[in-house]
DNA sequence: CTTCAGATGCTCT
DNA sequence: GAGCATCTGAAGA
């Protein structure tokens, strides 16, 4: 399977975000690869997009890794105590970016190490409520990979994390209006949530 | 199955 | 000081 290099994240955020559905998500801690088929993505545009964290450009030290080349890795703390996984997108200084929202294990040693991660037990100890919730919020899928904001800024050409293509060309891609950014105005209706 | 309150800390004003 | 790109467990239907 051929890595995703910086081309594929250079390009238009909402072309991007659908593609991205159905690729492998690899994330790689101590020599171990837990890989997830992503099912979930959301589109954040800086330039017109009020739910976007740089919204208007606005720089911050947050948010100066949307800022970062595209195929970047943008992690954030949410509530105080849940991260959220972004990937950079766009030519280099165009703040935008892919929030990954969910995901599945592509066997069943990759649900056991998420499991692992985010429950401490192996995937057959999981309760029928765990089994069904398991890595479908972007919180859950952070605890799942152990990423923290320890890994923002890290390029996905690294060895740490990157993304695959399957050769999985979904024919069904839903899209729906984006999740928790009631305080957007006008941007809480843009359709650019996107899932299997 | 559903709703609901509470947790918790960093970021920006 | 306010608010947040969320999740959990408890309680009710």
Redesign the pocket.
Known sequence: MERLQPEFYARDTLTVTRELLGKHLVRVTDGVATTLRITET?A?IGRMDK????YGY?R????ET?FAPPGTA?I???????H?L?FVTEAEGEPA?V?L?AGEPVSPADADRAALA?FGCLSQDMTAYQR??FL??????C?ALSLT?AQNGLSLQGEELYVLDAGEHPKEIHASK???????EEAVDFPWRFYL
């Open positions: 959301e954040y739910a976007c964290h740089a606005k911050t030290k947050r948010t949307l943008y954030y703390l949410i509530y105080g105590m849940y959220c972004n970016a929030l929202r985010r069904k919730n479908n919020g972007p919180g859950k899928l605890k904001t984006r999740i928790g950014i009631d305080y957007a």
